[in-house]
Protein backbone atom coordinates (compact mmCIF):
# COMPACT_ATOMS: atom_id res chain seq x y z
CA UNK A 1 0.00 0.00 0.00
CA UNK A 2 0.72 3.63 -0.84
CA UNK A 3 -0.95 6.96 -0.16
CA UNK A 4 0.19 10.00 -2.26
CA UNK A 5 -1.12 13.83 -1.39
CA UNK A 6 -0.64 17.12 -3.03
CA UNK A 7 -0.14 20.28 -1.01
CA UNK A 8 0.64 24.00 -2.50
CA UNK A 9 2.95 26.31 -1.01
CA UNK A 10 1.84 29.39 0.59
CA UNK A 11 2.84 33.30 0.81
CA UNK A 12 2.47 34.94 4.18
CA UNK A 13 0.78 38.52 4.00
CA UNK A 14 0.98 38.60 7.25
CA UNK A 15 4.48 37.23 8.70
CA UNK A 16 5.12 34.42 11.21
CA UNK A 17 8.53 35.79 12.01
CA UNK A 18 9.69 34.52 15.80
CA UNK A 19 8.71 31.43 17.66
CA UNK A 20 8.04 31.38 21.41
CA UNK A 21 8.28 27.73 21.75
CA UNK A 22 10.82 26.20 19.07
CA UNK A 23 10.27 22.81 20.33
CA UNK A 24 6.11 22.95 19.46
CA UNK A 25 6.87 25.64 16.38
CA UNK A 26 4.56 28.32 18.30
CA UNK A 27 4.89 31.43 16.57
CA UNK A 28 4.60 34.82 18.56
CA UNK A 29 2.33 36.67 16.01
CA UNK A 30 -1.04 34.51 14.19
CA UNK A 31 -0.39 35.07 10.34
CA UNK A 32 -2.41 34.65 7.34
CA UNK A 33 -1.54 33.17 4.02
CA UNK A 34 -2.35 32.86 0.59
CA UNK A 35 -1.53 29.76 -0.99
CA UNK A 36 -0.63 29.49 -4.56
CA UNK A 37 -1.81 26.85 -7.67
CA UNK A 38 1.34 26.95 -9.47
CA UNK A 39 3.64 25.67 -6.65
CA UNK A 40 3.10 22.25 -5.13
CA UNK A 41 4.86 19.40 -3.37
CA UNK A 42 3.57 15.96 -4.28
CA UNK A 43 4.06 13.65 -1.95
CA UNK A 44 4.29 9.46 -1.82
CA UNK A 45 4.48 7.43 1.03
CA UNK A 46 5.36 3.61 0.89
CA UNK A 47 6.33 1.18 3.88
CA UNK A 48 9.40 -0.57 3.82
CA UNK A 49 11.16 -2.71 6.43
CA UNK A 50 14.72 -1.11 6.98
CA UNK A 51 14.55 3.18 7.66
CA UNK A 52 12.97 5.86 6.80
CA UNK A 53 14.11 7.27 3.53
CA UNK A 54 13.52 10.49 1.64
CA UNK A 55 13.72 10.67 -2.10
CA UNK A 56 13.42 14.33 -3.47
CA UNK A 57 13.74 14.83 -7.30
CA UNK A 58 14.63 11.48 -8.01
CA UNK A 59 17.73 11.79 -5.30
CA UNK A 60 18.15 9.88 -2.39
CA UNK A 61 19.14 12.86 0.63
CA UNK A 62 19.51 13.36 3.74
CA UNK A 63 16.51 12.13 6.35
CA UNK A 64 17.28 13.96 9.27
CA UNK A 65 14.93 16.68 9.27
CA UNK A 66 11.83 14.01 7.66
CA UNK A 67 13.23 11.27 10.06
CA UNK A 68 13.00 13.65 13.27
CA UNK A 69 9.16 15.01 11.71
CA UNK A 70 8.01 10.75 10.85
CA UNK A 71 9.42 10.43 14.80
CA UNK A 72 6.35 12.97 15.99
CA UNK A 73 4.10 11.24 13.77
CA UNK A 74 4.88 8.17 15.51
CA UNK A 75 4.45 9.96 18.84
CA UNK A 76 1.75 11.72 18.25
CA UNK A 77 -0.50 9.08 16.00
CA UNK A 78 0.72 5.88 16.77
CA UNK A 79 3.96 3.80 16.10
CA UNK A 80 4.29 2.91 12.33
CA UNK A 81 7.22 0.84 10.42
CA UNK A 82 9.45 2.74 8.39
CA UNK A 83 8.40 4.44 5.38
CA UNK A 84 9.84 5.28 2.16
CA UNK A 85 9.04 9.17 1.13
CA UNK A 86 9.18 9.66 -2.34
CA UNK A 87 8.81 13.53 -3.46
CA UNK A 88 8.70 15.93 -6.16
CA UNK A 89 8.75 20.03 -5.56
CA UNK A 90 6.66 21.19 -8.19
CA UNK A 91 8.20 24.50 -7.05
CA UNK A 92 10.79 25.61 -9.48
CA UNK A 93 13.97 26.32 -7.47
CA UNK A 94 15.10 28.84 -10.10
CA UNK A 95 11.49 31.01 -8.20
CA UNK A 96 13.55 30.40 -5.28
CA UNK A 97 10.57 29.46 -2.81
CA UNK A 98 10.76 27.98 0.36
CA UNK A 99 9.30 24.56 -0.17
CA UNK A 100 8.70 23.58 3.63
CA UNK A 101 5.59 24.77 3.40
CA UNK A 102 3.97 22.39 1.06
CA UNK A 103 6.42 19.34 1.72
CA UNK A 104 5.84 19.18 5.44
CA UNK A 105 1.79 19.52 4.83
CA UNK A 106 1.74 16.68 2.23
CA UNK A 107 4.29 14.50 4.41
CA UNK A 108 1.30 14.80 7.40
CA UNK A 109 -1.47 13.87 4.61
CA UNK A 110 0.30 11.27 3.04
CA UNK A 111 0.93 9.42 6.41
CA UNK A 112 -2.13 10.28 8.33
CA UNK A 113 -4.14 8.94 5.17
CA UNK A 114 -1.61 5.90 4.42
CA UNK A 115 -2.36 4.82 8.30
CA UNK A 116 -5.87 4.69 7.34
CA UNK A 117 -7.32 7.54 10.04
CA UNK A 118 -9.43 10.39 9.37
CA UNK A 119 -8.49 13.71 10.54
CA UNK A 120 -9.88 17.15 10.20
CA UNK A 121 -7.42 19.52 8.46
CA UNK A 122 -6.81 21.39 11.85
CA UNK A 123 -5.60 18.53 12.96
CA UNK A 124 -2.97 17.75 10.56
CA UNK A 125 -2.64 21.78 10.37
CA UNK A 126 -1.35 21.26 14.11
CA UNK A 127 1.34 18.12 13.03
CA UNK A 128 2.41 19.85 10.09
CA UNK A 129 3.27 22.92 11.85
CA UNK A 130 5.77 20.79 14.42
CA UNK A 131 7.95 20.05 10.81
CA UNK A 132 7.63 23.59 9.36
CA UNK A 133 5.86 26.33 11.44
CA UNK A 134 4.31 27.76 7.80
CA UNK A 135 3.56 24.15 6.55
CA UNK A 136 0.18 24.55 8.75
CA UNK A 137 -1.12 27.22 6.33
CA UNK A 138 -0.79 25.06 3.27
CA UNK A 139 -3.02 22.26 4.07
CA UNK A 140 -5.83 24.93 3.22
CA UNK A 141 -6.69 26.56 -0.20
CA UNK A 142 -6.64 30.70 -1.05
CA UNK A 143 -6.65 32.53 2.17
CA UNK A 144 -5.72 30.88 5.34
CA UNK A 145 -4.81 31.71 9.15
CA UNK A 146 -2.28 30.26 11.78
CA UNK A 147 -3.86 30.99 15.09
CA UNK A 148 -0.77 32.01 16.86
CA UNK A 149 -2.05 29.91 20.04
CA UNK A 150 -0.51 29.18 23.72
CA UNK A 151 -0.02 25.75 23.72
CA UNK A 152 -0.11 22.71 20.67
CA UNK A 153 -4.08 22.31 20.92
CA UNK A 154 -5.08 26.26 20.28
CA UNK A 155 -1.47 26.97 17.37
CA UNK A 156 -3.73 25.54 14.47
CA UNK A 157 -4.08 26.96 11.07
CA UNK A 158 -8.20 27.05 9.34
CA UNK A 159 -9.42 28.27 6.38
CA UNK A 160 -10.17 32.22 6.48
CA UNK A 161 -13.24 31.39 3.98
CA UNK A 162 -12.73 34.23 1.66
CA UNK A 163 -14.73 35.29 -1.20
CA UNK A 164 -13.36 34.67 -4.70
CA UNK A 165 -11.03 37.92 -5.57
CA UNK A 166 -8.94 37.79 -9.00
CA UNK A 167 -5.63 38.26 -6.73
CA UNK A 168 -2.24 37.33 -8.34
CA UNK A 169 1.30 37.13 -7.19
CA UNK A 170 3.99 37.80 -9.21
CA UNK A 171 7.54 36.23 -8.47
CA UNK A 172 10.69 37.66 -9.01
CA UNK A 173 13.55 35.91 -8.80
CA UNK A 174 16.82 37.52 -7.51
CA UNK A 175 20.27 35.41 -7.78
CA UNK A 176 22.13 35.54 -4.37
CA UNK A 177 25.49 34.38 -3.74
CA UNK A 178 25.70 35.12 -0.40
CA UNK A 179 24.91 32.13 1.95
CA UNK A 180 21.43 32.24 3.15
CA UNK A 181 20.44 32.50 6.89
CA UNK A 182 18.61 29.75 8.02
CA UNK A 183 14.25 30.76 8.66
CA UNK A 184 15.03 29.50 12.35
CA UNK A 185 18.14 31.24 12.70
CA UNK A 186 16.70 34.55 11.02
CA UNK A 187 13.87 34.48 13.73
CA UNK A 188 16.00 33.74 16.51
CA UNK A 189 18.13 37.19 15.75
CA UNK A 190 14.77 38.95 15.33
CA UNK A 191 13.87 38.28 18.66
CA UNK A 192 16.76 40.09 19.56
CA UNK A 193 15.68 43.46 17.78
CA UNK A 194 14.77 46.83 20.23
CA UNK A 195 12.18 46.91 18.11
CA UNK A 196 10.77 43.60 18.28
CA UNK A 197 7.60 44.14 21.12
CA UNK A 198 6.68 47.20 19.08
CA UNK A 199 6.66 44.94 15.96
CA UNK A 200 4.27 42.31 18.04
CA UNK A 201 1.98 45.09 18.50
CA UNK A 202 1.75 46.26 14.99
CA UNK A 203 1.55 42.81 13.65
CA UNK A 204 -2.01 42.22 16.02
CA UNK A 205 -3.32 45.30 14.46
CA UNK A 206 -2.49 44.39 10.93
CA UNK A 207 -3.56 41.26 11.80
CA UNK A 208 -7.26 42.49 12.03
CA UNK A 209 -6.99 44.57 9.38
CA UNK A 210 -6.14 42.22 7.23
CA UNK A 211 -8.75 39.71 7.51
CA UNK A 212 -11.36 43.02 6.73
CA UNK A 213 -9.40 43.41 3.54
CA UNK A 214 -9.16 39.84 2.37
CA UNK A 215 -13.34 39.60 3.29
CA UNK A 216 -14.28 43.11 0.93
CA UNK A 217 -11.91 41.48 -1.63
CA UNK A 218 -9.87 44.71 -1.20
CA UNK A 219 -7.08 43.45 -2.82
CA UNK A 220 -5.11 47.05 -2.80
CA UNK A 221 -5.54 47.82 0.99
CA UNK A 222 -4.36 43.41 1.24
CA UNK A 223 -1.01 44.48 -0.55
CA UNK A 224 -0.52 47.72 1.52
CA UNK A 225 -1.00 45.99 4.85
CA UNK A 226 1.29 43.31 3.56
CA UNK A 227 3.90 45.11 2.63
CA UNK A 228 3.82 47.28 5.73
CA UNK A 229 4.04 44.16 7.66
CA UNK A 230 6.89 42.42 5.21
CA UNK A 231 9.06 45.43 4.95
CA UNK A 232 8.97 45.76 9.51
CA UNK A 233 10.02 42.07 9.30
CA UNK A 234 12.79 43.12 7.49
CA UNK A 235 13.60 45.71 9.24
CA UNK A 236 13.84 43.50 12.63
CA UNK A 237 16.94 41.62 10.83
CA UNK A 238 18.72 44.56 10.01
CA UNK A 239 18.51 46.42 13.75
CA UNK A 240 18.90 42.70 15.64
CA UNK A 241 21.17 43.43 18.62
CA UNK A 242 22.76 39.62 18.18
CA UNK A 243 23.96 39.30 14.64
CA UNK A 244 21.64 41.61 12.85
CA UNK A 245 21.54 40.64 8.95
CA UNK A 246 19.58 41.23 6.22
CA UNK A 247 18.04 39.27 3.23
CA UNK A 248 18.34 42.18 1.12
CA UNK A 249 20.54 42.30 -2.34
CA UNK A 250 21.56 45.01 -4.29
CA UNK A 251 18.22 43.61 -6.93
CA UNK A 252 16.37 43.60 -4.04
CA UNK A 253 15.93 47.08 -3.43
CA UNK A 254 16.18 48.03 -6.76
CA UNK A 255 12.90 45.84 -7.66
CA UNK A 256 11.25 47.59 -4.36
CA UNK A 257 12.13 51.42 -6.15
CA UNK A 258 10.76 49.74 -8.78
CA UNK A 259 7.32 48.70 -7.33
CA UNK A 260 6.97 51.83 -5.97
CA UNK A 261 7.58 53.56 -8.98
CA UNK A 262 4.94 52.08 -11.16
CA UNK A 263 2.36 52.02 -8.21
CA UNK A 264 2.80 55.78 -8.35
CA UNK A 265 2.42 55.56 -11.99
CA UNK A 266 -1.28 53.95 -11.19
CA UNK A 267 -0.36 50.21 -11.03
CA UNK A 268 -1.46 48.30 -8.20
CA UNK A 269 1.44 47.03 -6.79
CA UNK A 270 2.87 46.01 -3.32
CA UNK A 271 5.72 43.96 -2.35
CA UNK A 272 6.36 41.38 -0.22
CA UNK A 273 9.93 38.99 0.81
CA UNK A 274 10.50 36.42 2.52
CA UNK A 275 13.42 34.64 4.35
CA UNK A 276 15.43 35.39 0.77
CA UNK A 277 16.09 38.13 -1.61
CA UNK A 278 13.70 36.99 -3.76
CA UNK A 279 10.52 40.05 -4.59
CA UNK A 280 6.90 38.16 -4.49
CA UNK A 281 4.51 41.14 -6.09
CA UNK A 282 1.24 40.78 -5.01
CA UNK A 283 -1.23 42.59 -7.37
CA UNK A 284 -4.59 41.70 -9.87
CA UNK A 285 -4.94 39.31 -12.71
CA UNK A 286 -5.11 41.98 -14.90
CA UNK A 287 -2.55 44.07 -13.87
CA UNK A 288 -0.20 41.14 -13.87
CA UNK A 289 1.06 41.46 -17.01
CA UNK A 290 2.03 44.93 -16.66
CA UNK A 291 4.27 44.39 -13.42
CA UNK A 292 6.04 41.55 -15.09
CA UNK A 293 6.46 44.21 -18.34
CA UNK A 294 7.58 47.30 -16.11
CA UNK A 295 10.18 44.58 -14.44
CA UNK A 296 11.43 42.83 -17.59
CA UNK A 297 11.63 46.77 -18.92
CA UNK A 298 14.20 47.81 -16.51
CA UNK A 299 15.64 44.43 -15.79
CA UNK A 300 15.64 42.42 -18.71
CA UNK A 301 16.98 39.54 -17.04
CA UNK A 302 15.34 38.89 -14.46
CA UNK A 303 13.41 35.57 -13.94
CA UNK A 304 9.89 36.10 -13.78
CA UNK A 305 6.68 33.85 -13.05
CA UNK A 306 3.22 34.69 -11.91
CA UNK A 307 1.02 32.73 -9.85
CA UNK A 308 -2.95 32.39 -8.48
CA UNK A 309 -4.88 31.56 -5.50
CA UNK A 310 -4.67 27.86 -5.14
CA UNK A 311 -6.38 24.84 -3.57
CA UNK A 312 -5.91 23.02 -0.27
CA UNK A 313 -4.61 19.43 0.48
CA UNK A 314 -5.72 16.75 -2.36
CA UNK A 315 -5.01 12.89 -2.16
CA UNK A 316 -4.82 10.65 -5.35
C1 LIG B 1 6.07 33.03 6.89
N1 LIG B 1 8.48 32.57 6.77
O1 LIG B 1 5.15 33.41 7.64
C2 LIG B 1 7.47 33.46 7.27
C3 LIG B 1 7.83 34.79 6.70
C4 LIG B 1 9.50 33.23 6.05
C5 LIG B 1 9.25 34.67 6.24
O2 LIG B 1 7.52 30.82 7.72
O3 LIG B 1 11.47 27.29 11.38
O4 LIG B 1 10.19 27.40 7.10
O5 LIG B 1 10.46 25.65 9.77
O6 LIG B 1 9.00 26.93 11.36
O7 LIG B 1 8.01 27.92 8.29
C6 LIG B 1 9.54 30.38 6.77
O8 LIG B 1 9.78 29.69 7.92
O9 LIG B 1 10.19 28.11 9.52
C7 LIG B 1 8.46 31.26 7.11
P1 LIG B 1 10.28 26.94 10.57
P2 LIG B 1 9.46 28.15 8.14
O10 LIG B 1 5.86 32.37 5.85
Redesign the pocket.
Known sequence: MSTTATAHT???LI???G?KDPIL?LPTTS?I?LTLEQFYTQTTVTPNTHSDQLILNNLSVDTTRTHHFLNILREQLGHFSPLTVTSTNHVPTSAGL?S??SAFAALTGAVTRELGLIRSNESLSRLA?R?????S?SLYGHFAVWHEGVDDISSFAESLHAPDMPIALVVAEVSSDVKKV???EG?RRAMTSPNYGDWLNQSKNQFVDMQAAVMAKDIEKIGSIAEDNALS?HALNLTARQQAFTYFTSETQQILNIIQDIRHQGLLAFATI??GPNVKIITTLTTAPHVVAALHDKLPQLHIETATSGSGITYD
Request: hydrophobic residues 35%.
Open positions: NIAKYWKNSSASARGSGSARSSSMMDA
